[in-house]
């Protein structure tokens, strides 16, 4: 009889103090956010008894699936002033997103490195990397500091994750590499976007605030390390011998979130001030739920239940609009005290849970990345990314709580899932059942609708 929830909450039998304290830290925090969300649907109900109802909208997903994406194209649409103002924080961002691709390549050298001096104690030994590549492999040493001074700008508060504040600058290069691996997430409750506005004297309503947010004397400051590296930087990603490296480790930077690696000159450069396409493309992993202010005075018009549609959340169309409208995100992954919940068990556990979020919406947008037919979950490398978004749409459209509430399919990333076509990556591969028919995305996506559908 015991609540499946409350046994994961359980700390762990051999916790040490120090873990302990982190957790009941954590703990705080996350009643935090709990009572920030209380006092913003306190306000909404407010700002509801005086003007029109608003329309709540869940957007829901496994990580990655674009649900801050989606978000952020709805901000584009109806919030652009505000969504301007906070072009500097998500240089910040971007810089971090290109940190990370650069330490891929890194670590895909090291493997390649160690591999070639394991095979060099056998036979005829083969250098596999280049001079040229050693010194680029130690000139971008520095990247590494960079990489946590972006990471403290975005946490200024402590909000972020462990994942951010594993980077110990004592821990050996192979550790490093090991909790680089990990994605950096912020709380989406952390006022990081603000914080990073304030702290370089940002002002909200300039049209792009944060200008000036480098401080161009010191050589310590990120965007000035970046901007003095970006040759090596290219030199790196465009080598053929690393292309081939890559191919070989199977890395496929391009497809991968945050990549601006074919950007670097002009996301490097001194008087850099991100576009809207590229603050779509930047990457920062939600941790929480995330509550919308309220828009007006648009407001969605969602169609009938369980309609399919494809789109890109790159390229929304607008969507006839009156009234208000308030979105809620449901981040893919939730964090319960010292467990990492996933949108799946959160499922598996019961919607119970989650009735305070689903009872009043009035739409939810599923988000079905179907580019991702040939990936695995980062949290469960057993589980492919497909099966799991039909698992939980098919969760979704069967439950009775949510009979009234419209569901609205995006299959998304279909730009992603077309290049992977025609890079003649097969379909087929991945979901068995598909057969010979065409591997060309008019025929998947058909077939995946149906796979979706009732
Ligand atoms: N190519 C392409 N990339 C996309 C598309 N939609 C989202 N992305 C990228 O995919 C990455 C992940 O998207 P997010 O919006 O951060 O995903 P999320 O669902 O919020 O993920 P969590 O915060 O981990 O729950 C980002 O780098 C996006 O730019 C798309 O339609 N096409
Ligand atoms: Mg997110």
């Known amino acids: 009889d015991v609540d499946p929830l409350s046994k994961v909450l359980e700390p762990p039998p051999d916790e040490t103090p120090v873990q302990r304290e982190a957790r009941l830290r954590a703990e705080v925090q996350a009643k935090h956010v709990s009572d920030a969300i209380d006092e913003e649907l306190e306000r909404q109900r407010a700002v509801e008894k005086k003007g ?48 990370r691709s650069i330490h891929l390549i890194l670590d895909a050298m090291s493997r390649a490195h160690a591999e070639a001096q394991a095979r060099q104690s056998h036979s005829d030994y083969q250098p596999r990397l280049s001079q040229e590549l050693l010194t680029l492999q130690m000139r971008l040493a520095p990247l590494l500091q960079v990489e946590q001074a972006l990471t403290r700008r975005l946490t200024p508060l402590g909000c972020g994750e462990s994942e951010a504040t594993l980077l110990n600058p004592n821990s050996s290069y192979a550790d490093r590499s090991k909790s680089f691996a990990k994605e950096i997430a912020i709380n989406s409750s952390s006022p990081w976007k603000g914080a990073i506005t304030r702290l370089f004297g940002g002002d909200t309503d300039a049209p792009s605030s944060n ?46 979130a945050g990549f601006f690696l074919d950007s670097l000159d002009r996301v490097t450069s001194l008087d850099y001030v991100p576009s809207d396409d590229d603050v779509l493309r930047a990457r920062l992993k939600t941790l929480g739920v995330q509550n919308s202010m309220p828009w007006s005075p648009q407001r969605l018009i969602v169609p009938c239940q369980a309609c399919l549609s494809i789109v890109s959340p790159y390229h929304l169309t607008r969507v ?68 799991d978004s039909i698992n939980i749409w098919k969760y979704i459209v069967s439950n009775k709580l949510l009979k009234n509430t419209n569901i609205i399919l995006f299959m998304n990333k279909i730009d992603l899932m077309k290049t992977k076509l025609e890079s003649g990556i097969r379909f087929a591969d991945f979901v068995v059942s598909y057969g010979l028919r065409p591997n060309d995305f008019e025929n998947t996506s058909q077939y995946l609708r149906k796979k979706f559908g009732p």
């Open 52 to 99: 029109p109802r608003a329309l709540k909208v869940l957007l829901l997903g496994q990580s990655e699936s674009g649900k801050s994406t989606t978000l952020k194209n709805f901000q584009i649409l109806y919030e652009h002033k505000s969504f301007k103002a906070e072009r500097g924080s998500w240089k910040t961002v971007i810089q971090l997103n290109v940190v």
């Open 320 to 387: 006839r609009s009156e009234g208000t409208g308030v979105f809620l995100m449901w981040a893919g992954t939730e964090r319960y005290g010292n467990a990492v919940l996933t949108v799946r068990s959160l499922l598996m556990f019961g919607i119970a849970a989650w009735v305070p979020y689903f009872d009043d919406m009035d739409a939810i947008i599923f988000l079905a990345p179907i580019s991702a037919f040939d990936q695995t979950l980062a949290e469960d490398p057993e589980v492919n990314r497909l099966e």
């Open 211 to 256: 200008e000036h947010s480098n401080n161009w004397n010191d050589p310590n400051d990120p965007a000035v390390v970046l901007h003095a590296c970006v040759q090596d930087m290219a030199l790196l990603w465009n080598d053929p011998m690393v292309k081939k490296l890559l191919e070989k480790q199977k890395l496929r930077l391009q497809e991968m």
